[in-house]
């Protein structure tokens, strides 16, 4: 049995989503924050999150999904959406966490999935959250860093003519986007993490391979598969893990190492 609470809370403006709780005697308990890619919502394409929150909350763990500003139910228009602003999208929701009787304030983990890997990342050095498990995650914007030095080209939004935005995907991103990215240096986030984090990513993922020219695998301690850094490949799988034995996979991986890494915690305190 689970609980689905409905909630709402502020950056920006309104922000909006769903926090799942395990059963009354299984609190209070360890929670993930999740945060989705580029374009993702708080369900996540053939409602991953919504399944995966499901499955965690009859093991005893909390799950809050919510939609960015910007994006889903939230407040705000897409172009205005950049990773500072998702990254302090969640902080908020890290802090809106803590203050909840039902959660244990220090058994936290993010949750990437795609591009929402540099989102969990990010987030995770500045609350000093140190588990993270990432899904198919992409650290790089090929765009955001304008590959063969040809920057994507702008014009005035249909509707917001001062803002200056690009299609992508049935939605505009805005210029500010590409301006906050240039600011950010993913290699040294990456090499001042010193928590412990999960990745699978699937062998049929040509995004993921591109990630693979930019990304020295054999150099990254997320990537290096000891106990601490725990990597799966996943055979067949593509960036979305669209089938049902796929997804299973993917979740029963991310499932047994949040258990694990939180069981070990409360055997330690």
Avoid at 97 to 123: C, H, K, N, T, W
Avoid at 125 to 142: H, K, M, Q
Avoid at 145 to 157: I, V, Y
Wanted: net charge negative; with cysteine.
């Amino acid at each position: 049995m689970y609980y689905e609470t409905f909630f709402e809370l502020s950056d920006q403006g309104k922000l909006a989503g769903i926090l799942h709780l395990p059963p009354p005697s299984m609190r209070p308990c360890p929670i993930v924050i999740y945060c989705p890619g580029k374009n993702g919502e708080r369900y996540e394409v053939h409602r991953l999150a919504v399944k995966f929150a499901r499955q965690l909350a009859e093991l005893g763990i909390a799950f809050l999904r919510f939609d960015y500003y910007g994006m889903g139910l939230s407040d705000g228009e897409y172009h205005e959406m950049t990773t500072s602003t998702k990254v302090s999208n969640i902080k908020k929701a890290f802090q809106y966490i803590r203050l909840q009787p039902e959660i244990l304030p220090d058994e936290v983990a993010y949750l990437g999935f795609s591009d929402g890997a540099r989102i969990a990342l990010m987030a995770a050095l500045e609350t000093g959250v140190d588990r993270i498990a990432l899904w198919s995650p992409l650290f790089y914007e090929f765009a955001g860093n304008h590959p063969n030095n040809k920057p994507p080209r702008f014009w005035r939004h249909p509707i917001y003519p001062r803002m200056m935005v690009m299609p992508w995907a049935g939605l505009w991103v805005g210029m500010n986007f590409y301006y906050d990215l240039k600011t950010i240096n993913i290699e040294q986030k990456i090499n001042a993490y010193q928590g412990e984090s999960l990745i699978v990513y699937g062998d049929d993922d040509p995004l993921i391979a591109e990630e693979f020219v930019h990304l020295k695998t054999e150099a990254c301690h997320l990537y290096r598969g000891d106990d601490a850094h725990q990597v799966y490949k996943v055979a067949g799988a593509g960036h979305l893990f669209t089938s049902r034995a796929l997804e299973d996979r993917l979740m029963g991986y991310t499932a047994d190492w949040l258990c694990k890494k939180f069981a070990l915690r409360t055997n330690e305190g």
